[in-house]
């Protein structure tokens, strides 16, 4: 098992996933009084997403299983999430810290919420990676830098509102750090469970749930917050920025 086929795999899928972190470095450059520029990563964020879902995600599903099939999983990973949040109450998430403003609450409830969908879907990335990696490294390394393009926006996206919420550096880059190590996460447990029995098949299903779950949080969590700053038309102009990055990160690296 640990053979060279296995080190490089997994040194590729660890790379993939850690890219959130330099998203979550990226965040401390700017200040962080600056609400427009929060306004416009958590929009862009939620482009990032739906892009991902829509551009890569959802089709690649539909090519490998049918349009049904595809479909079917995508709206029961838009419904799991939904009832994630329904059923996990808000405080669970980060309503528990001891903070002055409500808004800051919320705003590190997003943050965490994001964090955990991120993982969540970089999770079954990291099995693909690492399957695609072991197989034919370059077809790995073709998934990876599409996915490394992917987690430094959403590493950013986690960053910022954890770091406006508590005002550490600190914390805000682990919890971009720990969205990101969800993929060696996955790569490992493909490695030494379901190696055997993994195909392309069971990852279409995955990748396509996955899309319900990134579409729910895009629309549910990442908008209106981008939204909350009072700012018109930056939440919408940043979204379609991220969908534009996605389409064209998709198209160039297809």
């Given at each position: 098992?640990?053979?060279?086929?296995?080190?490089?795999?997994?040194?590729?899928?660890?790379?993939?996933?850690?890219?959130?972190?330099?998203?979550?470095?990226?965040?401390?450059?700017?200040?962080?009084k600056?609400l427009k520029?929060?306004?416009?990563?958590?929009?862009?964020?939620?482009?990032?997403?739906?892009g991902?879902s829509?551009f890569?995600l959802?089709?690649?599903?539909?090519?490998?299983?049918?349009?049904?099939?595809?479909?079917?999983?995508?709206?029961?990973g838009?419904?799991?999430?939904?009832l994630?949040?329904?059923f996990?109450?808000?405080?669970?998430?980060?309503?528990?810290?001891?903070?002055?403003?409500t808004?800051?609450?919320k705003?590190?409830r997003t943050g965490?919420?994001?964090?955990?969908?991120?993982?969540?879907h970089?999770?079954?990335?990291?099995?693909?990676?690492?399957?695609?990696?072991?197989?034919?490294?370059r077809i790995g390394?073709?998934?990876?830098?599409a996915?490394?393009?992917?987690?430094?926006?959403?590493?950013?996206?986690?960053?910022v509102?954890?770091?406006?919420?508590?005002g550490?550096?600190g914390?805000?880059f682990?919890w971009?750090?720990?969205?990101?190590?969800?993929?060696?996460?996955g790569?490992?447990?493909?490695?030494?469970?379901?190696l055997?029995?993994?195909?392309?098949?069971?990852?279409?299903?995955?990748l396509?749930a996955i899309a319900?779950?990134?579409?729910?949080?895009?629309?549910?969590?990442?908008?209106?917050?981008?939204?909350s700053y009072?700012?018109s038309?930056?939440?919408?102009?940043?979204?379609?920025?991220?969908?534009?990055?996605m389409?064209?990160s998709?198209?160039?690296?297809s």
């Open positions: 098992m640990l053979d060279r086929q296995f080190i490089n795999a997994m040194i590729i899928t660890t790379m993939a996933g850690l890219s959130t972190s330099i998203g979550g470095a990226i965040g401390f450059i700017v200040t962080g600056n520029f929060f306004s416009f990563t958590i929009g862009f964020t939620g482009g990032v997403m739906l991902i829509f890569e959802l089709p690649s599903g539909i090519e490998e299983i049918g349009f049904l099939r595809a479909c079917l999983a995508f709206f029961l838009f419904i799991f999430i939904f994630v949040d329904y996990v109450p808000h405080e669970f998430i980060g309503q528990r810290e001891h903070l002055g403003k808004a800051d609450k705003l590190l965490l919420f994001i964090a955990l969908g991120i993982a969540i970089n999770f079954p990335e990291g099995m693909a990676i690492f399957y695609g990696s072991y197989v034919d490294i390394m073709a998934i990876a830098i996915i490394a393009l992917h987690n430094i926006p959403e590493g950013l996206a986690v960053a509102p954890v770091y406006k919420a508590t550490s550096r914390r805000a682990l971009a750090f720990i969205s990101g190590i969800a993929e060696p996460l790569a490992l447990l493909t490695a030494f469970i379901f055997p029995f993994l195909n392309a098949v069971i990852l279409s299903y995955l396509s319900g779950i990134m579409v729910y949080i895009a629309l549910d969590e990442l908008m209106p917050v981008s939204h009072g700012f038309h930056i939440p919408m102009f940043s979204f379609l920025c991220g969908m534009v990055v389409f064209l998709t198209y160039l690296l």
